[in-house]
T-cell receptor, first 112, second 114 residues
Framework: GNSVTQMEGPVTLSEEAFLTINCTYTATGYPSLFWYVQYPGEGLQLLLKATKADDKGSNKGFEATYRKETTSFHLEKGSVQVSDSAVYFCALSEPNAGKSTFGDGTTLTVKP | NAGVTQTPKFQVLKTGQSMTLQCAQDMNHEYMSWYRQDPGMGLRLIHYSVGAGITDQGEVPNGYNVSRSTTEDFPLRLLSAAPSQTSVYFC?????????????FGPGTRLLVL
């Protein structure tokens, strides 16, 4: 079956530091890949996505590239802010499956 | 559009009680899902539906029941609550279109079973 593995957290960074959160996946088909973000007390919301190999998703300074050869979708940001503190989830969804598979989430704390 | 709405926001139950968590979406999405979120365990799929009248089990279906009589609504029923069902429950919906599988989440229901 499908699975998503995220780097273990939590991650604590100083403001303006570089962020990488690793994500690798196992899938039987050709899934779309996602990063979702969850702020305290809220539901998950889409941060970025990529639907095919070599696509790069980007939003709010975050980027991730769909690497089929390494089955990875690592999240990066060049300069984090305190407001980026949240839990980040990597996920995949197969076409027409009606459901998604999520990683365990990585908690990011950014200190001023 | 309200998006995905969930009620109640918070509920306390006693062991053995039953209840229904409500979920509704106004985006005309074909797919709807229920997840539970526990510390350190990410989101685990309970049940999902690919359309009205069609439901299927996810990873952790035991103790839960669902039905989907309309496109908009997807209630989750706890048949006999147990302390192990203490969790935060999220409902999500998405479109049935390749490349558009983004899940839209509700705000969650926090459930405490004593």
């Amino acid at each position: 079956g499908n699975s998503v593995t995220q780097m273990e957290g939590p991650v604590t960074l100083s403001e303006e530091a570089f962020l990488t959160i690793n994500c690798t996946y196992t899938a039987t088909g050709y899934p779309s890949l996602f990063w979702y973000v969850q702020y305290p007390g809220e539901g998950l919301q889409l941060l970025l996505k990529a639907t095919k190999a070599d696509d790069k998703g980007s939003n709010k300074g975050f980027e991730a590239t769909y690497r089929k050869e390494t089955t990875s979708f690592h999240l990066e940001k060049g300069s984090v802010q305190v407001s980026d503190s949240a839990v980040y989830f990597c996920a995949l969804s197969e076409p027409n499956a009606g459901k998604s598979t999520f990683g365990d989430g990585t908690t990011l704390t950014v200190k001023p | 559009n309200a998006g995905v709405t969930q009620t109640p926001k918070f509920q306390v139950l006693k062991t053995g009680q039953s209840m229904t968590l409500q979920c509704a979406q106004d985006m005309n999405h074909e797919y709807m899902s229920w997840y539970r979120q526990d510390p350190g365990m990410g989101l685990r799929l309970i049940h999902y539906s690919v359309g009205a009248g069609i439901t299927d089990q996810g990873e952790v279906p035991n103790g839960y029941n669902v039905s989907r009589s309309t496109t908009e609504d997807f209630p989750l029923r706890l048949l006999s609550a147990a302390p192990s069902q203490t969790s935060v429950y999220f409902c999500a919906s998405s479109r049935r279109m390749t490349g558009q599988e983004t899940q839209y989440f509700g705000p969650g229901t926090r459930l405490l079973v004593l």
